[in-house]
């Protein structure tokens, strides 16, 4: 059974920071790219980050570049996100998603949630 | 930009739906394939996704939902709308960084 569970959510001034951990089970973590998305509340969905299974790629979208970092440990099969500089429109529900490089699996965790507030 | 549409579809029980997708340009990875897929997100739940490749069906998903498409119109349709099917609908490509979402289509019953 495949599980992936976030952790590490919660309330953070504008300019703290927040580290999200993602725990893995139930597949071949090493063989899976993972991924950070978000959901703003009442919002569409929004990628955040992804990492590669082989870490050859690390991509982020632009609102975030130089303030998130993705990082796994496929030794504990887990995905972080650190998310510095935080921002009120940083807000969100962020998803821990799992796919191979073909795409044929798509795993998502249940998410946590982020608040950036004063 | 994946331009979905419409984002409001009430439908009747029993009765097809139909979820159109745009992206702005082709969605044809280097090795031949089409990173398109069909997510869904019911009330109070994290997505889910449906259908990917255009076309093929996730494990576990009723064959009622069928995605289909090329170059630059993608469509899913629900053959017999059920209540279960409520929620919201988004299109997601998976060919070009950065991946993208489309707008989200609220289905709900009629």
């Known amino acids: 059974q495949v599980q992936l569970v976030e952790s590490g959510g919660g309330v953070v001034q504008p300019g703290g920071s927040l580290r999200l951990s993602c725990a893995a089970s139930?597949?071949?973590?090493?063989?899976?790219?993972m991924h950070w998305v978000r959901q703003a509340p009442g919002k569409g969905l929004e990628w955040v980050a992804v990492?590669?299974?082989?870490?050859?790629?690390?991509w982020y979208t632009d609102s975030v570049k130089g303030r998130f970092t993705i990082s796994r440990d496929n030794s504990r099969n887990t995905v972080s996100l650190q998310m510095n500089s935080l921002r009120v429109e940083d807000s969100a529900v962020y998803y821990c998603a799992s796919t191979p490089p073909n795409w044929n699996y798509h795993y998502w965790g249940q998410g946590t949630l982020v608040t950036v507030s004063s | 930009v994946m331009n979905q549409s419409p984002l409001s579809l009430p439908v009747a029980l029993g009765q097809p739906a139909s979820i159109s997708c745009r992206p702005s340009?082709?969605?044809?990875?280097?090795?031949?394939?089409?990173?398109l897929s069909w997510i869904q997100q019911r009330p109070g739940q994290s997505p889910r996704r449906l259908i990917y490749k255009v076309s093929d069906r996730d494990s576990g998903v009723p064959d009622r939902f069928i995605g289909s498409g090329s170059g630059t119109d993608f469509t899913l349709k629900i053959s017999r709308v059920e209540a279960e099917d409520v929620g919201v609908y988004y299109c997601?490509?998976?060919?070009?960084?950065?991946?993208?979402f489309g707008q989200g289509t609220k289905l709900e019953i009629k």
């Open positions: 997601m490509q998976g060919s070009y960084w950065p991946y993208t």
């Open positions: 139930g597949f071949t973590f090493n063989a899976f790219g």
């Open positions: 990492l590669w299974f082989d870490e050859t790629n690390t």
């Open positions: 340009q082709s969605l044809v990875y280097r090795d031949g394939n089409t990173y």
